[in-house]
């Protein structure tokens, strides 16, 4: 399920001011699980914790960020099924933000909902990962998203910034192919982990990477000073959408693309030149037909 705009960015600003031994993710995590219908309260607050701690307190990169530069994401976790003690069945919704310059407006980054998760837990479980081969199915998707979220993030900043980080899911996604644990695979599913990794690494879709920095760095953060100009630019970053559309129609990194982007674009886009947004909307119902009346407050404001 993927969740509403305005409660993800709810989510971003409410955990934005949590701070803790972090090195590049400020991230929070939330388990629900109300559809298991269980009453392992504390087993769950021990996962937030866990994971919580994983994913901030690893060092995913080379960098050195300073408090204010983590990049702020959540992973909200939804406990399907609990088919036998201490193995869980789940989906995760992954979200990651970024500010843009001069404003206090944090513009989502990724935004993906992840369906089929199952793993193992007990409380107080250390968390163990190892680049070069799987160990727990916690470990390897916890891992796999910290690398998507930098990826995202470096993209946005410098061209081509996310490679490394893109490789990086990639290997994790061969590394877990033999577990025998699904969303990993290449047969079962082209929403998953092993489609969205590929489509990052892919040649045929460089036109995707490349609009991320244009459209952030060249766009949104000088919005501000130059909205017209931004308009025009961000349009512009439309074409190497359709492009990459056009190439790998409705590849998954094109609609999670959408899936982060889809109320941003319409507010942008509700003023302005009236012909740039017509060229925006075209561009959009022609990707992602199934939202074309989403997509109508860009032609008639």
Request: proline share 3%.
């Amino acid at each position: 399920m993927k969740l509403p705009f305005y409660l993800i960015a709810s989510l971003l600003f409410t955990f934005a001011a949590l701070q803790s031994s972090a090195q590049e993710l400020n991230c929070s995590v939330i388990v629900n699980a109300e559809l298991a219908q269980s009453s392992e309260e504390g087993v769950f607050r021990s996962m937030e914790a866990s994971f919580a701690s994983f994913l901030n307190e690893t060092r995913w990169t080379d960098d050195t960020f300073k408090p204010e530069e983590r990049i702020k994401c959540n992973f909200i976790i939804n406990i399907q099924e609990i088919p036998a003690i201490g193995t869980y069945s789940a989906t995760v919704q992954v979200v990651s933000a970024r500010p843009i310059h001069n404003t206090d407006y944090e513009s989502i980054v990724f935004n993906f909902a992840d369906r089929d998760w199952e793993f193992e837990f007990a409380e107080a479980q250390n968390i163990i990962f190892d680049q070069n081969t799987f160990t727990t199915n916690i470990a390897s998707l916890l891992a796999y998203y910290a690398n998507i979220i930098i990826g995202y993030d470096y993209d946005s900043f410098s061209k081509s910034g996310g490679d490394q980080y893109f490789e990086r899911a990639w290997l994790i996604v061969q590394n877990s192919q033999r577990s025998g644990f699904k969303g990993w695979d290449q047969f079962s599913d082209n929403r998953n982990r092993y489609w969205l990794a590929e489509n990052l690494i892919s040649p045929q879709l460089t036109a995707l990477r490349a609009l991320h920095y244009a459209y952030y760095r060249e766009g949104l953060d000088v919005m501000t000073t130059k909205p017209e100009e931004t308009r025009k630019k961000i349009a512009d970053t439309m074409k190497g959408l359709e492009a990459a559309n056009s190439i790998r129609p409705r590849a998954i990194a094109t609609i999670a693309f959408l899936d982060a982007k889809e109320e941003e674009l319409i507010n942008i886009f509700s003023e302005g030149d009236l012909n740039v947004r017509r060229s925006v909307f075209n561009t959009l119902s022609k990707i992602d037909p199934s939202k074309t009346d989403r997509y109508k407050p860009i032609i008639n404001n």
